[in-house]
């Protein structure tokens, strides 16, 4: 009886840790729908997850009400943030690897699994002044194990998704991103390089929170100049980098994908290689579940500007059981190819909005780097 009182409890931790990808934080979800629900009713079946992930995720085209307008969820918000704990049904993946331009579903296990002869870089915490915020904005940032000033490095600059913040990634060990860049650097595959995790929420007033509406949004949309005018010259002063976009990197997790999607396309000089991993509406007009989206740009302006330079790699995937963004990163990818801007398409098989999905964005974007670069 004990035995099985133990289980039980053993069952909820394992179900209440959040070991998912996703830095949406359960009460963040809650607070931002005003839901007043059990976190027992979280625990929803996977087969449901996806019904709602459908119904969230309307098209565009669907669109009825007004921009600006700000849509009442009802919805119990709290079971899209249990959503993303789907069971991964897939196979394990390939363990064997071959330098080639193709996209592997999943990160092979060799990449992500931490071995004993390989050293492994440690996140550490710091903070830039943003003239852009006017104030001190904290980052994370992974340095190789063996990081010296006698060398340069590439750098890509990773964005959380929202409700996160710069340690939503180092925070988080199943993303496995440290294993992923320490194993294909030791690999020879990819030169070593630094990660560095902003905090994407641009404000300039530190009262001011996230949440679905368009004003409490606007500090995601802000974070490009604060990327580009005080993080990326910060970094490049204090760390020993390589610059220019052949060693400038940019992915993005969900709101983080969604901002990637948008800084590429406006600063498309600066950034050489790019992955929107399961992309958040509301770079064009949209509506779904959480609010209604006027649009960062419209769908016509969802292209490279004429003469601009485009990305060596851009990159948008997606989870086919994603729970939380549904098919917009696949209206952004159709859209971008119908206006000439191109881009590599793909879905991870069975990934929901979480660490299957981030895994293998990250992956691909390294072997593309890889393969690029071996040209
Ligand atoms: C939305 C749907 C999803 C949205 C943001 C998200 C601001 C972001 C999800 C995430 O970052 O995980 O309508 O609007």
Known sequence: MK????????AFMTASLCSCGSEIKKEDYMEASNSSEKISEVTEKPSEITEKASEIAEKPDEITEKPNEVTETT?????FASGIKTEDTEKESETEFVLNGEIEERCPQIYETKRSDVSYGEFSHDTYYSNTCQMERGYSILL???YCEDKKYPVLYLLHGIFGDEYSFSNDKSNKIKEI?????????????ILVCPNMYAASDPDQKPGFDSKSVLPYDNFI??????????IERKYSVLTGRENTYLAGFSMGGRETIFITLQRPELFGYVCAISAAPGIVPAKDKFMVHEGQISEDEM?????????NVFIICCGTRDSVVGQFPKQYHELLETNGANNIWYEINGADH?????KSGLFNLFKQIAFDKSK
Not at 75 to 79: A, C, G, I, K, W
Not at 354 to 358: F, L, T
């Open 75 to 79: 919805e119990d918000l709290s079971s």
């Open 354 to 358: 979480d660490n299957n999905a981030i």
């Open 303 to 311: 292209k490279f500007a004429d003469g601009t330079i485009e990305p």
């Open 144 to 146: 190789p194990a063996d």
């Open 3 to 10: 035995k099985k009182i133990l289980y039980i409890l053993l």
């Open 225 to 234: 100049n604060d990327l580009v005018n005080d993080l990326m010259p910060y």
């Open 181 to 193: 860049i320490g194993n294909m650097a030791a690999d020879g595959i990819i030169e070593e390089t």
